[in-house]
Structures are given as C-alpha cells and as structure tokens.
Nanobody, 115 residues
C-alpha cells in the first residue's frame, strides 16, 4: 500500500510542471493529502496540503500563488500544479496520505529546475 508519484522532470526557470500521485482507492476518499519536498542537505518540508473534502488547502509561504494542490476524485489522484518554477523549487517531491490513523509516503519524484 503506497502512493505512487509521477510527473517530475526537468523544467526551465519560470516554467511549469504538474505532479500527480496515484492514491490507493480504499484510502482516497477520507484521506488528508499533502505534498512535501526535500532538497539535498535540507530537511523535508511541507509544500501543500488539502483536506479530505477538498474544501481547505494550505501552502508553504515559498510557493503561495505559484503552486496549486487539488484532488481528482474520479481517478483517486492528488495533483500539484507548479508554475513560475525557480531553482529553489528543485527537490524530491513526496506524496503523503493520512488515513485510517496511518501515514503513507510515496517514493518521490524528482524535480529539477535549470536556469
């Protein structure tokens, strides 16, 4: 039982990427979902989170206005639209699922930003 991320890759400064996380269906409906990232030599940090009903979202100050987290309930997907990328956004991005009193992490997808 593990979420699976996709969509990482190389983007130019100022460019965009969309990350997706396939969440196991039996977890998705009532799960709190979030994206985290970890750059080399740094601690993992919360990027964005969304409640189980999709009504509330929260973002790290560094990505507010540039990133959008959203749920695709039809496909059990968690997405992260990332715009206006800068070199500081380069990191391994992880999907996190909180459900049934447990926390599930994906293996991550790498985002690289070139100037």
């Amino acid at each position: 039982v593990q979420p699976v991320e996709s969509g990482g890759g190389l983007a130019q400064v100022g460019g965009s990427l969309t990350l997706s996380c396939q969440v196991p269906g039996f977890l998705f409906t009532y799960a709190g979902l979030s994206w985290h990232r970890q750059a080399p030599g740094k601690e993992r940090e919360l990027v964005a989170a969304i409640t189980s009903d999709g009504e509330y979202t929260d973002y790290a100050d560094s990505v507010k206005g540039r990133f959008t987290i959203y749920r695709d309930n039809s496909h059990d997907l968690l997405n992260l639209q990332m715009n206006s990328l800068n070199p500081e956004d380069a990191a391994m991005y992880y999907c996190c699922v909180q459900a049934n009193g447990a926390i599930y992490w994906g293996q991550g997808t790498q985002v690289t930003v070139s100037s």
